[in-house]
């Protein structure tokens, strides 16, 4: 095992230290947010901060970064108050990926990145066509993280588009058979195998431990 | 596709809507959290909320549930301000997917579920020696989220150990082959299979569009 300390951290060369720091979680969910301005110019960037909150009421929460391109994602939220969240599958890595380039405002990743828009009656954000799981959600609050000048949002999913064959009795979503993906680092795109579905844990009777 | 509303999503079967909304957001990375109490008692937890927050100060960030097993985590880290994040591999699915289960205070997860505790010198909080990617982190600040009664941490991390192998010459930590897991819903876990590795991306020329 190699040992970093903070000093070790610091004095690590930029690019470096970038995807060292961005891989050190493993596996990231990968989703598509979507947004629309005032003037009606739709926007699509990708994120890999994404977070669940809750599930009464449904909460989510995203990690929005200082001065990048995403920017005119939290922008339009702030005006709008609503942006979708769309699953990222194996079919749509590339486009997904490519929405993290730097356009300018007036230009759509929708359009660039050859995304089709796809809305929903009574809901302004634009949702990917081509995404198979896909949630509206209102804005709740933005919340200032200081220490670092990053903002997190808290929203709350208001409506869900799934295709049906992906949802079990259960109201489990299938990944696998979604073809969802998930990033590592900044630009590692991964497919999930399913390796183990555990049980409720309960705690064992007195002095048991588990078996290795 | 099948749409839910926000009324259809507020009447589902309480089981179903857990797992439901545990799925939205496809794969969560998967990671152990260690602690320590002032008494010298240690904490294992598993959690699928946490997320990357910046890499220059290094930061992260920790979605705490309300009324749940882990805020025995929550509770050591206000207590002593630091803890571990320690990345699941398939190697210890079993055993730390049953640190969820609910223990009294004084009993460690690490006794009952097979797993060792590794502490490294002028570190309070106990690492997961089967870990291959395990983070020392201090406690940055604590932020309510009053919309559902949970907490979002905020933590700097100042320790990295990393087994030698899974480190590129670029930096990027090899998650397939840590064997690093993912978690969809609450109980399915997931290895990760590389589909692509894509450039920075940058804008097209004006006018041009991604070929599909």
């Known amino acids: 095992m190699l040992l970093y300390s903070e000093a070790d951290i610091c004095g690590m060369d930029r690019r470096f230290r970038t995807n060292f720091m961005n891989s050190l979680l493993g ?11 005032e003037q009606g110019s739709t926007n699509l960037a990708v ?40 699953q990222v599958n194996t079919q ?25 828009p796809h809305f929903i009656s009574g ?18 609050e933005i919340i200032p993280i200081t220490h670092n000048n990053t903002s997190f949002l808290v929203g709350q999913i208001v409506l869900v588009e799934v295709d049906a064959e992906l949802i079990r009795d259960d109201g489990f979503i299938d990944p696998e058979k979604a073809g969802s993906t998930a990033v590592a ?6 497919s999930g195998q399913l390796q183990k579905v555990l049980p409720y844990a309960r705690p064992l009777p007195d002095g048991l431990k588990l078996a290795r």
């Open 185 to 190: 680092g900044l630009n590692h795109y991964y």
């Open 92 to 116: 749509i890595i590339e486009p997904a990926h490519h929405s993290s380039a730097k356009y300018p405002r007036e230009l759509s990743e929708f359009e660039v990145c050859g995304l089709d």
């Open 123 to 140: 809901f302004k954000a634009p949702f990917v066509r081509e995404s198979r799981v896909r949630l509206g959600v209102e804005m709740v």
């Open 47 to 86: 994120f890999s901060g994404v977070v669940h909150l809750g599930a009464d009421p449904p909460l989510i929460g995203v990690v929005f970064r200082p001065h990048t391109v995403s920017r005119h994602t939290l922008e339009n939220i702030q005006k709008t108050r609503q942006f979708t969240v769309n």
């Open 27 to 37: 596996f990231k969910p990968v989703n598509l947010l979507g947004t629309i301005d």
